[in-house]
């Protein structure tokens, strides 16, 4: 039985490379393992591994008697209900050490960088194992895409450092243009289903006993969600009573302006303005600069719930 190797549930654009990239460097390693995913393809995922040529990975949702590893979380919220009957043999990550635990010692290479698939591409040159053409294209927009083509707090030198060596590898050279395409295909909300947009880019927390969901939509425009606005803040507060959570927020980022619309469905909205500083207003607060959840969101709320 193959090893299988995953990303968080609703899966990004880097937790599905990732899990693709991992398990092409451990096969080329002598493992018998492949990719799968928590969940369905995002509008912008699908749109990278097909300018590339990539399949996408199986959609698996029971690992109970697998061999795994997880890529891109380490937390038991977003992992699989029956992750505990898994036998966890790594994990590769860029966010801080979640919940999850093991059994027996495992591979770990958990980087304080943007982006998973910067860690994962480091391993290839760590190992020596050349990164294919298709598999450098896919990290390669997986970075742009969890940097916000640079712009996040979360990006390091490391990971500008791997995309030169990426780019150069697929032949990608215009990096601003191929963000900006990306970000275009990830703002595309017509047509889409309300809670399918809150969930495109959708985590849950537990922040001292408090159940906390973070959505983020990142957008080339702020504008581009104004019609279907209320209708977002009404979803979030109806998920918040379903999930039975103290809170769920939804980050609309807007990647020109540097700033983020946070959309606030809580039993105390005050904790928005203990963690940032800004007082909400209609069930909404701007966040100037403010980019990124794993760096800028969760941290400054765990402390506030702490």
């Given at each position: ?151 996040s707090a979360t990006c390091t030198d490391a990971d500008k450092k791997i995309c030169a060596q990426l780019s150069e590898i ?97 039993d105390d909205a005050s904790v928005v303005e203990k963690a940032f500083g800004v007082a909400p207003a209609d069930g909404k ?5 403010i980019m990124s959840r794993k760096k800028q969101i969760v941290p400054d709320l765990e402390k506030t719930f702490g």
């Amino acid at each position: 039985m193959s090893t299988l190797v995953f990303g968080h549930k609703n899966p990004d654009t880097d937790s599905v490379c990732a899990a693709i990239a991992l398990a092409d460097l451990k096969k080329k390693l002598g493992e018998d393992i492949v990719p799968a995913m928590q969940g369905a393809l995002n509008p912008e995922s699908t749109f990278v591994l097909e300018k590339f040529g990539v399949a996408g990975p199986e959609v698996v949702t029971s690992y109970a008697g697998k061999d795994v590893y997880l890529v891109d979380h380490s937390d038991l919220a977003q992992s699989p209900d029956d992750l505990g009957e898994a036998n966890i043999l790594g994990i590769v990550d860029h966010h801080k050490l979640g919940d999850v635990t093991t059994g027996q010692p495992l591979e770990c290479w958990i980087w304080p960088v943007g982006c998973t698939c910067t860690v994962i591409a480091s391993m290839y040159n760590y190992f020596d194992v050349e990164i294919p053409k298709d598999i450098a294209g896919i990290m390669l927009c997986a970075i742009l895409s969890d940097t916000v083509i640079f712009k996040s707090a979360t990006c390091t030198d490391a990971d500008k450092k791997i995309c030169a060596q990426l780019s150069e590898i697929c032949g990608e050279s215009d990096l601003e243009a191929l963000g900006i395409e990306m970000f275009k295909v990830k703002s595309a909300v017509e047509g889409t289903p309300i809670r399918e947009l809150v969930f495109r880019d959708y985590k849950d927390f537990n922040m001292s006993g408090n159940g906390v969901g973070v959505g983020q939509l990142e957008l080339v425009d702020l504008s581009i969600v104004d019609g279907i606005k209320a209708d977002l803040e009404k979803d979030i507060q109806a998920l918040k009573d379903e999930k039975g959570h103290h809170s769920v927020f939804l980050m609309l980022t807007d990647i020109m302006k540097e700033g983020t619309e946070l959309l606030i469905a809580s039993d105390d909205a005050s904790v928005v303005e203990k963690a940032f500083g800004v007082a909400p207003a209609d069930g909404k607060a701007w966040l100037p600069g403010i980019m990124s959840r794993k760096k800028q969101i969760v941290p400054d709320l765990e402390k506030t719930f702490g």
